[in-house]
């Protein structure tokens, strides 16, 4: 067990498969499922209004490093891409700069104690690694694209729901631990996502158990208020 001073969330522990990929084969692996879904997200993208680009994610070598290797799961971007310019490149190019974008923002390190989201999220990963280097760690978002940098629209989230690409980032990233920072307001999204999911807790703290994976551990995680 461990305590963390950080906001509320839900905490799902998973048992990670046997097989171990590489490094460099779960990038790999992660540009085919979004080369896969791009299409997809470029549909999403053209149906509503103001949406950034897609937040892709990027394994640094450090991850596979870590003695627990942790995903963390926010809302949304505040803003995503920048200048990239992504229109009319192929979709493996296209994924490729949003995967570099994902690279050179280093998980947030220089929004450490300027930012509520990556300040906590430092600290618990120090915690379950304290000896680990920096960035043995990855963030997902629950919504691949921002709404005029605040939360989509439920048709939006729903049409993100509905391309299983975060089901299937897990399993590629295979961690030993997933907490996830989404609040009340993305309940349905993960509803969504799995069907098999049972929760234990309350509003503020939820542990929970899906995708055919066993709880290993329990966590408490309180409101810094």
């Not at 280093?106 to 999220?121: E, H, I, M, N, R």
């Amino acid at each position: 067990r461990f305590t963390s001073r950080v906001g509320g969330g839900s905490a799902f522990f998973v048992r990670p498969h046997m097989t171990t990929l590489a490094i460099s084969r779960r990038n790999q692996a992660l540009k085919e499922l979004y080369c896969h879904n791009w299409t997809a997200l470029c549909g999403i993208a053209s149906r509503y209004q103001n949406l950034s680009k897609p937040y892709l994610a990027w394994i640094h070598p450090d991850y596979e490093q870590a003695d627990i290797r942790l995903v963390v799961v926010g809302k949304e971007t505040n803003g995503w891409g920048g200048e990239d310019q992504i229109v009319g490149l192929t979709p493996e190019d296209a994924v490729a700069v949003m995967m570099k974008r994902y690279q050179e923002f280093q998980l947030g390190v220089d929004y450490s104690g300027k930012a509520a989201f990556w300040t906590p999220v430092h600290e618990l990963y120090r915690r379950l690694n304290p000896h680990g280097s920096t960035f043995g760690f990855v963030a997902l978002n629950a919504s691949k694209m921002d709404q005029d940098q605040k939360t989509p629209n439920a048709d939006v989230r729903e049409a993100m729901v509905s391309t299983e690409l975060f089901r299937e980032e897990l399993r590629i990233l295979e961690p030993h631990v997933v907490v996830f920072f989404t609040g009340p307001n993305y309940e349905s999204w993960l509803d969504g996502c799995f069907a098999d999911l049972k929760r234990t807790g309350d509003k503020w703290l939820s542990r929970l158990d899906a995708m055919g994976f066993r709880s290993t551990a329990s966590a408490h995680i309180t409101r810094n208020t």
